[in-house]
């Protein structure tokens, strides 16, 4: 069996050319998204840190507040 292909025209080849473009576009907006979201993932580890943190310190100072107010 002869597998035959007709050529491409230069319709077709244009469509494949910005079919590419688009893609390589696409392909570079996905890693700018996938790094940005890494990046907003290590900022929000670092907000839940900073947070108990505030959490913490403030139970500290109640703490201390309260103990000054009994005395």
């Given amino acids: 069996m002869t597998t035959t292909t007709k050529p491409t025209t230069k319709r077709e080849t244009k469509e494949i050319t910005n079919l590419k473009k688009q893609v390589k576009g696409q392909s570079e907006t996905m890693a700018t998204l996938l790094s ?5 993932t290590d900022d929000m580890a670092v907000l839940k840190s900073d947070i108990n943190k505030f959490k913490k310190n403030v139970a500290n100072d ?5 103990n000054r107010v009994d005395q």
């Avoid at 109640?62 to 309260?66: A, D, G, R």
């Fill in 62 to 66: 109640v703490k201390y507040l309260t």
């Fill in 36 to 40: 940005r979201m890494s990046a907003l």
